[in-house]
């Protein structure tokens, strides 16, 4: 490859983390997207959006290793590209490829004026099929190449957390390449010998394989936390059960592993939630029986009711007018996505609320943690945002810990009353 060159296009929330990360490993990086306000702050060293440690990386290698455009020519200088742009859920809810058509029949117009080999990389969550057939065709149409020829294709998609980004790209637990060709492959593959910082293992396979394996590890984590909230519920109403003691012994044996393993909310974010309702829509589109993603589902809900009705005995046993507060509206900490999140959820619940996170904000949203707390009769603490800690609690008020996050102890020693999700 050319001075390890390679161009990404989309610069969002995973995007340009990514370009981010690979000109942080000496790649030349030309970072594509049709948005000019965003082009324009990454090549002045502001992002766009919020990743811990994305605002120092760019400040390194924005104008050395890494540049934005808005011209999709540029791609013309490098031999890899990587598309990571959105794919959201339709009515159906499956994924629609919309975006990634829009930039393969751009990108293929751009290659007819490109001599040699030319590799694309979808990194975009898409439905199975999707690369061997709309993807595929709308490339070679455009390009007037062939795939496997003068044209390569590989679905790399990305399993970095929002919130540890960088690391997940840098460290990966593993890289899944799923490719239209032997050739297309070891290029790849290349690429993520020099990219990963750690020994992560590279898997090859079929394009349709690798689609399917991305939504399948995300259907399975799904499936362990909604298993962890259940068995949560159980606990609370066995006196004496603790869902992390159980959790911390069961999750030592190598055939469950501790991870995801929790027992509090249930999955939010932009991923979890929406996977799981392709699962279920791939499921019938093929006539398979969807018991599973929808037992998850059922599940996920009756979490989010337990949770209200929860705060809703802590008011009644305060009063009819009690101010619910809230810790957490962001779905989970070091990020400001409020998809699916409780902490939303609740805000729409109950009239009399106030909530506060460091990151994402709402109509209710108060300065500070402890302005919540103090303007609060009932504290429900949704996400472990390390900040809320050390908050000062008043005699009379109800504290409901969904992680088990704070000191019982110290919560009570200041007059308020504990409860958390999970504990009997």
Request: glycine share 8%; with cysteine.
């Amino acid at each position: 490859m050319k001075n390890r060159c390679i161009s990404v296009i989309g610069l969002g929330k995973l995007g340009l983390p990514l370009a981010a990360a690979f000109a942080s490993r000496s790649f030349n990086v030309i970072g594509v997207d049709i948005n000019p306000e965003v082009v324009d702050l990454v090549n002045r060293k502001i992002p766009p959006i919020f990743e811990p440690h994305l605002r120092e990386m760019l400040s390194d290698v924005v104008g050395v290793k890494l540049r934005a455009t808005t011209e999709m020519s540029e791609i013309t200088k490098t031999d890899v590209t990587i598309i990571l742009v959105p794919t959201p859920t339709q009515e159906d809810d499956t994924f629609t490829s919309k975006y990634v058509l829009d930039v393969c029949r751009a990108l293929g117009e751009v290659l007819k004026t490109k001599d040699g080999y030319h590799l694309v990389v979808v990194s975009s969550t898409v439905m199975p099929g999707s690369c061997s057939g709309e993807i595929r065709s709308e490339l070679e149409v455009a390009s007037g190449r062939v795939v496997g020829e003068t044209l390569g294709l590989c679905y790399c998609p990305e399993f970095a957390a929002l919130g540890n980004v960088i690391n997940g790209f840098l460290y990966p637990d593993l890289v899944m390449i799923g490719s239209s060709d032997p050739y297309a492959y070891s290029k790849l593959e290349r690429v993520y010998q020099k990219f990963v910082m750690n020994d992560a293992p590279i898997f090859t396979t079929s394009l349709i394989n690798a689609e399917l394996a991305k939504m399948c590890l995300n259907f399975y984590v799904t499936m362990k936390i909604a298993f962890a909230n259940q068995l949560a519920t159980m606990c609370e109403s066995i006196l004496g059960a603790n869902v992390d003691e159980i959790t911390g012994i069961i999750g030592h044996d190598s055939r469950i592993g501790t991870k995801y393993l929790r027992g509090a909310l249930p999955a939010g974010g932009s991923c979890f939630p929406r996977d799981i309702r392709a699962i279920t829509a791939l499921c019938g589109q093929y006539n398979v029986p969807a018991t599973l993603p929808l037992t998850i589902r059922t599940l996920n809900r009756d979490a989010l009711r337990q949770l209200y009705l929860k705060v809703l005995k802590a008011i009644l046993d305060q009063k009819a007018d009690a101010t619910v507060g809230i810790l957490g509206i962001a779905f989970k900490p070091d990020t400001d996505v409020m998809d699916e999140s409780t902490g939303v959820f609740l805000t729409k619940k109950f009239d009399q609320v106030v909530a506060y996170d460091p990151l994402a904000v709402v109509g209710q949203s108060v300065r500070t943690a402890q302005e919540c707390v103090d303007q609060s009769d009932i504290v429900v603490v949704t996400t472990m945002c390390p900040e809320f800690l050390n908050l000062v609690y008043r005699s009379g008020q109800i504290v409901i810990d969904c992680w088990r996050f704070l000191n019982k102890e110290k919560v009570e020693r200041q007059g308020a009353s504990y409860q958390a999700i999970g504990i009997g």
